[in-house]
């Protein structure tokens, strides 16, 4: 997810308006024109990271493209944020202005632990990455 974020806005033709389309609490679109013909419309470049809830009740991370059905990434999410900033660092909901993503996850094991006494016996694990799409700052200009 990080690398394919990191991607977000590449447009070496400069004419496929390649950037972060929707930048959500808990989901990320963006687009990038892997093969430099001047169009996102192409397989894997448009993308989409969310949060979901299977038929089976578990909810995921799941990745989609061009508006796909999510695939299954990660089982088991207890929570996943995204947060959106500015140049200067500030927390920005303008699409324009995003520069970097800050991406939190909370996976927990599909079973209690019978030894383990916090959480209902339930394990849990956070990550954190924050993402810089060296391509933005040159998408918008």
Do not use: C
């Not at 969310?50 to 909810?59: A, E, K």
């Not at 030894?115 to 694990?125: E, F």
């Not at 954190?128 to 040159?138: E, F, G, K, Q, S």
Request: without cysteine; hydrophobic residues 35%; neutral net charge.
């Amino acid at each position: 997810m990080t690398r394919e974020l990191g991607m977000a806005g590449y447009d070496p033709t400069r004419t496929a308006n390649a950037w972060i389309t929707t930048a959500a609490a808990n989901s990320v679109s963006f687009s990038q024109d892997l093969n430099g013909n001047g169009s996102t419309a192409d397989s894997n470049e448009t993308i989409t990271y969310s949060l979901y809830t299977g038929d089976d009740g578990i909810q995921r991370l799941g990745r989609s493209t061009s508006g796909g059905v999510p695939q299954p990434i990660v089982d088991n999410v207890q929570s996943l944020t995204f947060a959106y900033y500015d140049a200067n660092n500030n927390v920005t909901a303008t699409l324009a202005n995003i520069r970097s993503v800050q991406i939190n996850l909370q996976v927990r094991t599909a079973k209690p632990d019978p030894l383990y006494g916090l959480n209902g016996g339930y394990r849990t694990y956070a990550l954190h990455a924050t993402v810089v799409p060296r391509n933005l700052a040159a998408a918008w200009n």
